[in-house]
């Protein structure tokens, strides 16, 4: 059984503040991670993708994985009351076009 | 350049109804899956299909549930005999060849009376 475990929070942080978002997965296979950014009422949108070890840095976004720790995270810098969103992480096996595994997601809310 | 587009956007059916819902992924994508997001609950994956074929309905309910997704056309999602608890967010989503990225549809809301 694949699983993504995510703190449901909800994370408060004030506004500007660094806001940090953690995410671990079971299958050691898994080679494709992925965050979602989720607004009441709204569907899933794509804000960042990352395949290899290390840090990937998109705006105010920065998304972090270790593969031998089965751990993803994403922070977010000078973080605004629009952020304020559920974020979902979601996470890929090795074959091509496969389905996604997501957590039930983090609750962020950016307190201006 | 037209994102996944889904409809109807809200549906309200009475329990034994049938629920039909479509989607047609963006433009030049061959690949639709199909997520089903309960209240508080995370989404889930249904079914995955490409032009006319399914590859992967491991997460679809065995009965009452079906999905199709034809040369000409939308994918369709059809749920037979509702029940109150099929009510739920319906994503769909879409991806290019070879591309791990989905991108997703603004969702059904189903509603069973």
């Known amino acids: 059984q694949k699983e993504v475990e995510q703190n449901s929070g909800p994370l408060s942080v004030p506004e500007g503040a660094i806001a940090s978002l953690n995410c671990t997965y079971s299958d050691r296979g898994s080679q494709s991670f992925f965050w979602y950014r989720q607004y009441s009422g709204k569907s899933p949108e794509l804000i960042m993708s990352?395949?290899?070890?290390g840090d990937k840095e998109d705006g105010r976004f920065t998304a972090q994985l270790n593969k031998a720790s089965q751990y993803v995270s994403l922070l977010i810098r000078d973080s605004q009351p629009s952020d304020s969103a559920t974020y979902l992480c979601?996470?890929?096996?090795?074959?091509?076009?496969?389905?996604?595994?997501f957590g039930k997601g983090t609750r962020l809310s950016v307190i201006a | 350049n037209a994102g996944v587009m889904q409809n109807p956007r809200h549906l309200v059916r009475r329990r034994g109804q049938e629920a039909r819902l479509r989607c047609s992924p963006v433009k030049g994508h061959s690949h639709v899956y199909w997520y089903r997001q309960l209240p508080e609950e995370g989404l889930k994956f249904m079914v995955y299909?490409?032009?006319?074929?399914?590859?992967?309905e491991s997460g679809m309910p065995k009965e009452r549930f079906s999905a199709e997704f034809p040369k000409e056309g939308p994918s369709i999602l059809r749920i037979q005999q509702v029940v109150r608890g099929d009510s739920a967010a319906y994503f769909c989503a879409s991806s290019p060849p070879r591309n791990n990225e989905q991108f997703f549809g603004p969702g059904t809301r189903l509603t069973v009376l």
């Open positions: 299909l490409q032009k006319e074929n399914i590859i992967d």
């Open positions: 990352i395949y290899s070890n």
């Open positions: 979601a996470v890929k096996g090795p074959a091509g076009n496969t389905p996604l595994v």
